[in-house]
């Protein structure tokens, strides 16, 4: 998987958060145990403001540069290699609605290989697969660091509270904050391994309350309450609604114009009431305590 992270630094360019115009509202918040962050949007800036499976419509060009970087032919029309991508989702989508899941997730080297399929292009080795849907990432969803993220997430792990993650995510995303970030997520990383809870994994996706129904069981199994929990994200709908719902408190992000999402006139967030708005992820230091001690808790 190096290699793979070395490539997504290869194929990564900087780019500079978005100010959003956003006031802050800061509060010293007692009694929590736990934060858990959203990928995209808040620990990485997302040209896109999401994860590509997510985001706008791909582009053309970026599919044949694509195949030509895993030495596949690129005799296929980019936007029609697009429109299979696209169609393979949505038939994916549509069969596990139909298995009553509201808020499906694919798992993209899936979505690829039936694509090519359909394209008549005979799909490649897995590690070149895995590199296809790599390469293609890079090109239509640019990341890079969301400032100050490592320094804060190491700062946060210093306090001795417990870090994970919920995200809507495919299997290189933890690839992605390894490449920007510096931070291993895998066994042993400042993130508890089994308190990450990735969309890919469990193929549902956020706004749903699925993944953060699997996050609060694995946190009762550390002996951590969901009002011990703070959940960081930048969406008032995917992030802030959901957490709220499962009784976390809420931090919204809203530090990049790109991926801020207030969903203003959605019904759906009428009621969602963050507990702090940070402009800056150095701010969430002013909320959060040090840990309690053993003894604290009795």
Known sequence: ???????????????????????????????????????YGTLVISGSGDVGVNAA??????????????????????????????????????????????????????????????????????????????????RVNPTWTMPHAAEVVKAIAGRGLLLGI?????????????????????????????????????????????????AAAKLKSHGIEPHEVLYVGNDLLNDCTPAQQMGFRTALFAGDERSLRLREGDERVANTRPTVTVTDLRQLLDCLPAVETAADHG
């Open 1 to 39: 998987m190096t290699d793979f992270v070395a490539l997504i630094r290869e194929r990564s360019a900087p780019l500079e958060a978005l100010p959003t115009g956003t006031e802050p509202r800061v509060a010293a918040l007692e009694g929590v145990r736990a934060v858990l962050f959203d990928v």
């Open 57 to 138: 419509a791909g582009r053309g060009d970026a599919f044949v540069s694509s195949l030509q970087a895993v030495g596949l032919p690129a005799t296929v029309d980019g936007e029609i290699g697009v429109e299979a991508l696209n169609a393979a989702i949505r038939d994916d989508h549509a069969a596990k609605r139909d298995l009553r899941i509201e808020y499906p997730e694919v798992d993209i080297t899936e979505i690829w290989r039936n694509a090519l399929g359909v394209l008549g292009v005979e799909p490649p080795e897995r590690n070149d697969l895995l590199r296809l849907t790599i390469e293609y990432e890079c």
């Open 166 to 214: 919920v995200s809507n995510a495919q299997w290189f995303t933890p690839l992605v904050v390894r490449a920007h970030l510096g931070l291993n997520m895998a066994r042993g990383s400042l993130f508890a391994e089994d308190v990450m809870v990735w969309s890919y994994e469990c193929r549902r996706a956020k706004p749903g309350t699925y993944l953060y129904e699997c």
